[in-house]
Each structure stands twice: as C-alpha cells, then as structure tokens.
C-alpha cells in the first residue's frame, strides 16, 4: 500500500507540486530556474521550470522569499533573490523572480583596437543588460 499527501496548484503557466497546503499560500515563479532550494523553507524546492509552491504563508504581513544561491546552477542568474509579498487570508499570491539563464563570459572591449576606457558603460541592445567596463577593456 502506498500513500500520497501534498497539492497541487493550477496556475496560467501550468500545474505546480507542493506540500500539503495552507489556507494562504504563495507561488514562487523563478522561470528555468529548476531545483532551487527556498531559504528558511524545508524540502521546498522550484520545480524543472522554476515553480514552487511555499504554503502556510502569514496573513496581512510581509512574507520574505527568498531563493538560496547557493544551490543555482552556473547558468543561472537573479537580479533579487529576495522578495516579499502580503498575502489576504486565503490567498495564493505570487513571487516573481527575474531570472536569466545562460553562460557568463568575460570578454575584452576595444574599439579601434584599443581597450575601451575604464568604467565606460556598455549595453547589450536586446536585452539592455548594462555592465561596467574594467581596466584594459
């Protein structure tokens, strides 16, 4: 005989997994971020695309959420790991987390073919992601 417990939320990106629920709890979305530990959480985990469900969320008070970065793969990078929401009594709130997926890389900016000046601003045009130029381009 085997026995099952927990739930299951419906949402618009899909169904989502979770443990036994509360009457107000919050949907984590951290989209590809996929088994993402939830701090101060035990055995909450994002699921394959970035979904957790954290029940028994406190009413009419701020919830921090917060995704430990230490269990995020290497190709995986938040803005904020940190998120606070106020959820009503009965409630299923979401967190958003703004998440990128992809590999890092170090290169070197010249122009003319010489190094770009120290701490000039450079922008990648689809994304508009900004970062600082350090010594020798």
Do not use: C
Request: charged fraction near 15%; aromatic fraction near 6%.
């Amino acid at each position: 005989n085997w026995q099952l417990s927990g739930g299951v939320v419906g949402h618009e990106n899909g169904i989502t997994l979770s443990q036994p629920l509360g009457d107000t709890n919050v949907l984590i979305k951290a989209p590809g971020a996929g088994g993402v530990r939830i701090e101060n959480q035990t055995g909450i985990l994002t699921d394959w695309r970035g979904y957790a469900v954290m029940p028994y969320a406190t009413v009419y008070r701020y919830n921090r959420i917060a995704l430990d970065t230490n269990t995020m793969g290497n190709s995986i990078d938040v803005e904020k790991n940190i998120s606070s929401v106020v959820p009503t009594q009965g409630a299923l709130v979401r967190a958003n987390f703004d998440t990128r997926i992809g590999v890092r890389a170090l290169i070197t900016v010249t122009q003319g073919g010489k190094p770009v000046p120290f701490g000039s601003l450079v922008r990648e045009n689809s994304t508009g992601i900004t970062s600082m130029v350090g010594d020798d381009g």
